[in-house]
């Protein structure tokens, strides 16, 4: 079974300034994807970024980045430049990768207010 | 334009009674369907996948029994009974295209939720 743990529940930043979300997992999967989502003010969630587990290289979107550190089950979501529209709760998750249709699992979530 | 559409997006439900909501898909691209359920701590669960018209799964949680169907290829339902008494409970839809193998992103779409409160 999978697991994603996000210990912060809550970060409060000033506008401009990089945050670091941190989030765990376990699994007994040998390939499988990390996602981090955003659910805005309306509720609608809405993926960021991926990274895939069996690539080293650390995925960047945008201002959105990732710190992928697999020996330590551990994926980071780093944002640079946070904007005002940045606050949301932030839901890291993961899910195994050949099986079409496959569940997400989710974190707990953080919720991100960034202060002007 | 959105994927996913849900109704209703919030609705007050008698205690003892029972909710049917729809999720419609804007894409017949996306087949896989599930259904996500939210409480107010923020935790998101999964509940269903649903592929094929027809398809139909049970489920019980705490606090709340589903019922999940599959009506077309475009059209997933589920139906939330059993509510606790004084519970808030949003469920969310989601659509992926699943190509499977190497293929697959694991990316998944979601609609904005319905927002269920028992009275």
């Known amino acids: 079974a999978q697991k994603v743990t996000q210990t912060q529940t809550s970060i409060s930043v000033m506008e401009k300034t990089t945050v670091t979300m941190d989030c765990v997992y376990e699994t007994q999967d040998s390939s499988y994807f990390l996602f981090w989502y955003k659910q805005t003010a309306s509720g609608e969630i809405v993926f960021l970024i991926r990274q895939d587990s069996y690539k080293k290289e650390n995925a960047t979107v945008g201002h959105y980045s990732l710190n992928f550190q697999k020996p330590k089950s551990s994926i980071g979501l780093i944002i640079t430049a946070t904007q005002i529209e940045d606050s949301a709760v932030y839901f890291c998750?993961?899910?195994?990768?050949?099986?079409?249709?496959?569940?997400?699992?989710f974190g707990g979530g953080t919720r991100l207010t960034v202060r002007p | 334009v959105t994927l996913l559409e849900q109704n209703p997006r919030w609705r007050l439900v008698p205690r003892g009674q029972a909710v049917n909501l729809r999720c419609i898909l804007k894409n017949s691209q996306y087949p896989w369907m599930s259904w996500y359920q939210q409480d107010l701590q923020k935790q998101l669960q999964w509940l269903f996948t649903?592929?094929?018209?027809?398809?139909?799964?049970v489920k019980s949680l705490p606090g709340a029994d589903y019922l999940a169907t599959r009506v077309t290829d475009t059209e997933l339902r589920l139906q939330v009974a059993n509510m606790s008494q004084g519970r808030t409970l949003y469920c969310t839809c989601?659509?992926?295209?699943?190509?499977?193998?190497?293929?697959?992103?694991?990316?998944?779409?979601f609609g904005e939720g319905s927002k269920l409160t028992v009275l």
């Open positions: 989601s659509a992926e295209k699943g190509l499977g193998g190497r293929g697959n992103t694991g990316q998944l779409y």
């Open positions: 649903l592929r094929s018209p027809g398809d139909k799964e």
């Open positions: 998750a993961m899910r195994e990768v050949y099986n079409a249709g496959a569940k997400l699992t």
